[in-house]
């Protein structure tokens, strides 16, 4: 464990000693703040709409760098215990197996309205600046081992027989990340995921009829 990761733990210990309620609040004012970059937020705006003091905010925290990679190591456990959770007790079907994790990033989203986006914007500001270069590499491979996993356990027997199944599977892919994409650019606001979270359930039912419509072309008929 390098020096990083042990005040990670550090941190996390300590954090734990507030209620949940609390531990929450902190949490989603903070990524929220930091959705417009790490420059530019404020530790004044995230105890304000935490209703903490700053001095508690830094008893737990120390600095407003050790936040930010604590928020950052916390959303990708928190995204991935959730969703290779999620993939170990579902069936082998991959349309099934993407519907539910959709599912799964809604009912996140609402405990934690921006960690989705939060990550993103630590995405782009590590590729920018070359900081917090470990949290690049972990936001990377769990996102990698997510896919995996749900695409390892694929059955391939549900898909016709004229047609390969790696393909099939990889044009799935496609589509979902191709649809994901299309939505947040359509949605046409300066927090594309706030927006797009207003109008999710419009979105599963438009989803869903994508990916019935790949279950009709690439499956056996029942």
């Known amino acids: 464990m390098d020096e990083r990761e042990h005040e990670h733990d550090e941190d996390f210990q300590k954090f734990q000693v507030l209620d949940e309620e609390k531990r929450e609040r902190i949490i989603n004012a903070a990524m929220k703040e930091f959705l417009s970059g790490y420059k530019k937020a404020s530790t004044d705006n995230i105890v ?3 209703g903490i003091s700053k001095g508690l905010l830094f008893h737990y925290f120390g600095t407003k760098e050790r936040l930010h990679n604590f928020l950052t190591a916390y959303a990708i456990k928190t995204i991935q215990a959730e969703f290779l959770g999620l993939i170990n007790v579902l069936q082998p079907d991959i349309l099934d197996t993407i519907w539910q994790m959709s599912l799964l990033k809604r009912d996140v989203s609402r405990r934690y309205p921006d960690m989705f986006d939060f990550l993103t914007a630590a995405f782009v500001d590590a590729k920018t600046t070359g900081s917090v270069t470990e949290n690049l590499a972990k936001m ?11 695409y390892a356990n694929a059955d391939k027997s549900l898909f016709r027989d004229d047609i390969d199944s790696e393909m099939a599977i990889n044009i799935i892919n496609w589509a979902f990340e191709g649809f994901a994409q299309s939505k947040m650019h359509a949605v046409g606001s300066d927090n594309p995921g706030a927006a797009a979270r207003e109008n999710y ?22």
Not at 140 to 150: D, F, G, P, T
Not at 201 to 222: A, H, P, S
């Open 201 to 222: 359930d419009e979105f599963l039912e438009e989803f869903q009829k994508m990916l019935n419509m790949l279950r009709k072309c690439f499956y056996k008929k029942l």
């Open 48 to 50: 304000r709409e935490a």
């Open 140 to 150: 990377v491979h769990m996102r990698e081992r997510i896919l995996a996993e749900a």
